[in-house]
């Protein structure tokens, strides 16, 4: 069905997100225990390592290589990809897009997010406040912008009002003449939100660490249990 890296989280945050879920709670405290959305993600990626349903990837050029030389069925990850998957023009037509399966917990919905770009002004600059105006009038509302780099690099931004545009109405004749960036950019609005607090990275790199151990039956409690002592020592 897919490529998957058992050595990387990124699934585990797609299906969590979706459902609401963080490694920490709203006001940025560290939630590992007790998180639905967490424990189900897990139980998911255990089902999917369990099932034998997916082809081993070590690493993002074995992944991406995974779905480009059409040997698995679908990729399912941030719309950036979409400019890797066209890359190979010989699979044209063979190629749709769908929202992601939505777990059985509450809160759940079928749009998630994953990785993607964000700028920053760092305070020290001598130009901060022309940095500051530039990424208003830029990032923050200029529609037509995000019409070129959308056409020119495949970038879909976050700016909800991009998506009147002629480009995001175009129809994709790779997806099979389907309006993709209109409906990723219809997605984007019903993302669930959450705070990513301060260390996203450090606790993403133990459940990476602890993934495989789902693959070899250990249940999901003790995975958790495991994490949140591990994750317990990284936020001090």
Known sequence: MMAYDPNDAGLTRIIMQSAGGWYFDKDGNLAIEGNVALKAALEVIQKIQTANIFRPAAGWADWVGAFTGGEVASVTTGVWITGTVKSQPEQSGNWGIAPIPKLTIEGA???SNLGGSSWYVLSASAAKDEAADFLNEIYAKDVNFYQKILVDRGAVGSL???????????????????????TFSDWLSKVPSVNYGTFTNEVD???????????????VDDVIKAINEQAQTLVQ
Do not use: M
């Not at 790779?174 to 309006?179: K, L, R, V």
């Open 109 to 111: 919905t079928h749009y």
């Open 160 to 182: 909800l009002a991009a998506r009147e545009g002629e480009a995001y109405k175009s129809n994709d004749a790779f997806f099979g003449g389907e309006p993709i960036w209109q």
């Open 205 to 219: 790199s133990v459940v990476a660490a602890h993934q495989p151990e789902l693959a070899k039956g250990t249940p």
